[in-house]
């Protein structure tokens, strides 16, 4: 890469710490870019320029089959305001240049000659937090920089051929006095020319060579200001000043080659963070990334080398240690420090703290290596919900495996790999089947059948639990009809978020799929109770109006949540489903035969029916049925099967499992 081009590439780079990442966000997802907006943001682009010494500096994104400017420092130079305020540029031919580098991926340089000039110029590819990709573009005048060079030529030629004429005209008594200096100047503008900007001409004269000297070192100057500025911009994070990922990664080679003992890198993440910016607004959730980073650079205990930030809510730290005990003393000490509450106006905030841990030289010996598996470690951490996890290569596996079903994922709910398979639930009291729970399998064409346990945990954490639920629904109602036909009549439950019932989007969807189902539809929705209401109010509006299209509500894995009893007496719910935890414990502690029978007065209180799911012994049975349980689910009654499978057995008559007799309370 050549300087010229180095210098473009590091303009493009600094574009995002010139460029609020909220503006770039709504451009790319508005059809429309007010003018004040537009002329606000290429103002700061056509500041950033000049200080950078480049020509151009603009964002592009790709909108159908136009390329439209979302800001661009020549601000309406050359622009033309068309098709309902989107800015088009009156030329296209530098789009060329955009669309091949979204095409290959990565940044790509080319030459421009339109009818302001020839430019040098670099598109580089982004890709955006929502999926969107977009472009960063900077130029440099090649005719103007052409000028500026020859112009210095001249006036170097100039200045050689006066100095020499007036060496000639002092003689010989003076020539030793002007070539010295004249030697000095050259040295100094060869390494200014090859990328020495810190070169400077230490002369203290009052003569046309000083003069000379003196501009010399004020133009060094100003490059060395614009030099130190881009490169801060490049390698230090703009919000909270500390390094960047980057800078951390050179300083950790560094070290890695002048400190070859015990280290570890540290990748921390403030964990549901996105809930504080949700809940306070972005200012907020800056606040509490500035305190936490006064907190790590106030503490720099004796091993804490380096602090950096990383990404929008992760750390990394740079630790020695003599070994891994007291790797994780110095952990538990900064995750104090961490989670020490702190206010946002009158609100008190507690932020937990996941962290992955790799160790030099055992896991890694270079930087990129260190990092990386820290942050493989730290994915662990945030998926089993632990406070920090040391990198272990064999869990490697685990997580690509996991990332392959992503894609997997998508293709299972459009290729119908998916499946349905229903438990029954009995009447305690008469053993007959009046409901069912609809259960989610995916039989994948490779792996064969995927445990439910790996990828629904995996599915609610991208994203595709909603895609899940919504088709589970479509495939039960849809076998509800089926069933019609053959005067079959059961009540279907599906497993529902939290998340869910707060959105009335999905409530607009479940109406919809009842009104397509027509009479046929008998659905219960479980509402999972180990989600965080978020949305109350609306939640408890949303499940009025689904009981009110004759939905049937249940209150899913009871007890092991954050439901109240105020929230609860509140809900329009049919239903309370005591979580199998506590079920299958009844056999081996008398507590959980207390928690369950108090869980069943309770529902009986409110008015509910009870379910307990997970019954797998007669004696349990026998205990649920004295206590009054009205339904149980569970492998003692039947595993879930296929829908026509569940027809030959609901065919078999009632199912009671044996005579209802009292207990043995021994046995608990």
Known sequence: MSELDGRLHTAARAIPFVLPEKYVTQALQAQFIKQEDYLKHSKALNQSAKQMGVEHLYVLSLRGADVIFI????????????????????????????????AAGQPIFGNIHDQYGRYRSIAMPVLGGDGVVYVLGADIAVDKLLARQSEARIRAFLIGLLMFGFGVLISWLLASQMTAPLRRFSS??????????????????HDELGNLASAFNAMGDAISAREH??????FSDRLTGLPNRVKFAELLSAYLIKTPSWLAV?????????????????????????????????????????????????FVLLLSADNETQTHAQIQMIEAALSESLFLGEQ?????????????????????????HAEVAMFFAKRDRESSVIYDP???????????????LREALSENHLVVYYQPKINVSTGLVGAAEALVRWQHPS?????????????????????????????????????????????????????????????????????????AANLCLEITETGVMHKPDAML??????????????????????????????????????????VMSMNSTFESVSIVRSMIEIGHILGLKVVAEGVETIGIWQALAVMGCDEVQGYLIAKPMAANELLDWLSEGPHQPVELTPPSMSNF
């Open 71 to 102: 800001a661009n420092s020549a601000l309406l130079a050359g622009m033309n305001i068309e098709r309902d305020g989107d800015y088009l540029p009156s030329h296209s031919e530098r789009f060329t240049l955009v669309r091949s580098a979204i």
């Open 188 to 205: 100094a503008v060869h390494r200014f020319a090859a990328g020495e900007f810190d070169v400077r001409m230490p002369m203290h004269r």
């Open 229 to 234: 500025l881009m490169r801060q911009l490049a």
């Open 266 to 314: 540290v990748m921390i993440d403030l964990a549901d963070f996105r809930y504080i910016n949700d809940a306070f607004g972005f200012d907020a959730g800056d606040r509490v990334l500035c305190t936490m980073s006064d907190r790590l650079s106030q503490m720099q205990p004796e091993h804490l080398k380096i602090v950096s930030r990383i990404s929008g809510n992760s």
């Open 348 to 372: 008190k905030v507690n932020v937990a703290i996941r962290s992955g841990i790799a160790i030099y030289p055992l896991h890694a010996d270079t930087a990129e290596g260190l990092l990386r």
């Open 394 to 408: 064999s869990r490697e596996e685990d997580r690509l495996n996991q990332f392959t079903l992503l894609g997997d």
């Open 447 to 519: 792996r064969g059948w995927i445990s439910p346990g790996l990828f629904i945990p995996f599915a609610e954490k991208t994203g595709k639990l909603r895609g899940i639920t919504e088709w589970v629904l479509c495939e039960v109602l849809r076998q509800q009809v089926e069933w019609q036909r053959n005067h079959v009549n059961l009540l279907i439950s599906v497993n529902v978020g939290v998340s869910d019932v707060e959105d009335i989007q999905f409530v607009d969807f479940v109406e919809e799929q009842l009104n397509k189902a027509g009479s």
């Open 541 to 582: 509006q949303n499940l009025a109006r689904l009981r009110r299209l004759g939905v049937q509500l249940s209150i899913d894995d009871f007890g092991t949540g954050y439901s109240s009893f105020a929230y609860l007496a509140k809900m329009p719910v049919n239903e309370l489903k005591i979580d199998q935890v506590f």
